[in-house]
């Protein structure tokens, strides 16, 4: 089958459903599988911005040109309860999209959905959910493009769900399972003209995702790695929340952050030999203003852990970590 009839296909059917009303630093990689004639490629990215809070969706050029997209999927999978139920159908509901480049519209595939239409649950699909989020058919021009740099299409908020959020792989079983249970297929793929210029036909790419590298949502609570076997994350995973912990600490036993503060602190720290050890607020004559971390046994770990400051005033103070085998006081700034 010619690869332009195939994307025609896919992208009436996908033009249908979202006409119907059935709309419900650090990244995740997509890489194409085919090429065109031109032997242009792009890959696919997610990159989670911490301090926003906001998962960006990209697409990479190799090579240095002009682009006009033409038309464009995007196929993302969460975890169930990644983003709120829709009212009054217990599905998830879509994605908050911010347009960056293009006219995005999410079309959300999870066992509710399909339960709705009388079809029997997909075990492939339980706990997840598959965003489909498809660029509305209107060309956008993009301009000059960079090999290697990175071209924003999307954004959507986080949330505080737990768990992988990936860019769905070319033929893994939840493509295949939505594509014969369903009738659609979720893909990542593009059309783009480029260079953009009379007779140059729009060029299809087909894109596959880099199992390898994914964004892992964690809540920011207290981690024992050696109680919950956490210590590493798996290959390939980053860990977003408790990720970074190695980056900050490095060889220090007490990080405090941010600093100065004002009415949250994050502390990270490290014991190196088991045994009670307990973390407080202190000011410069000792006296304990909170105690942050109640004194308690530890096994050897990283920890990591965000604390509320209860009405400290302005002022010079003292993160102190006290053990039976380590004791350490770092300065922290509050400023109001």
């Known amino acids: 089958m010619k690869t332009t009839t195939r994307l ?9 459903i979202l006409g119907c ?10 890489q194409c599988t085919e090429k065109n004639s031109k032997d242009q490629t792009v890959d696919f990215r997610l990159t989670y911005d911490k301090a926003n809070q906001r998962i960006t969706a990209w697409y990479v050029p190799s090579i240095s040109s002009t ?14 309860g990644f983003t709120a139920p829709e009212a009054g159908s217990g599905r998830d509901s879509k994605f908050e999209i911010t347009n960056i480049n293009g006219s995005w519209e999410d079309f959300v595939f999870d066992n509710e959905l399909i339960m709705s239409k009388a079809i029997s649950p997909v075990a492939s699909i339980e706990g997840f959910a598959v965003h489909q989020v498809g660029m509305a058919p209107q060309a956008v021009e993009i301009g000059a493009v960079t090999a290697g740099v990175p071209v924003a299409l ?11 959020v990936r860019i769905a792989e070319t033929g893994e079983k939840i493509q295949k399972d939505i594509l014969s249970r369903f009738g659609s297929n979720i893909s990542n793929e593009m059309s783009i003209q480029s260079p953009v210029k009379a007779f140059v036909r729009a060029e299809e790419r087909y894109c596959k995702n880099d199992v390898q590298s994914k964004i892992e949502f964690k809540k920011p609570v207290l981690i024992d790695p050696s109680a919950t076997g956490t210590t590493k994350a798996t290959l390939g995973v980053q860990v977003v929340g408790v990720a970074g912990v190695d980056d900050l600490l490095g060889s220090e036993q007490l990080v405090v952050t941010p600093n100065p503060a004002s009415v949250e602190l994050t502390v990270l720290y490290q014991l190196l030999t088991a ?21 308690k046994h530890h096994n050897i770990g990283k920890y990591h852990l965000k604390v509320t400051l209860q009405d400290v005033a ?16 770092v300065k922290v700034i509050i400023a109001k």
């Open 8 to 16: 025609t296909g896919i992208l009436r059917s996908v033009t249908v």
């Open 21 to 30: 009303g059935l709309l419900g630093a650090n990244g995740a990689m997509a």
């Open 67 to 80: 682009h006009r997209l033409i038309t464009g999927q995007f196929s993302i999978i969460t975890p169930n």
């Open 154 to 164: 999307f954004s959507f908020p986080s949330t505080e769900q737990e768990g992988v």
């Open 275 to 295: 045994g009670n050890a307990g973390i407080d607020l202190v000011d410069g004559q000792g006296r304990i203003i909170q105690t942050l971390v109640a004194r």
């Open 314 to 329: 302005a002022g010079m103070y003292f993160c102190s970590l006290k053990g039976e085998n380590v004791q350490k006081a």
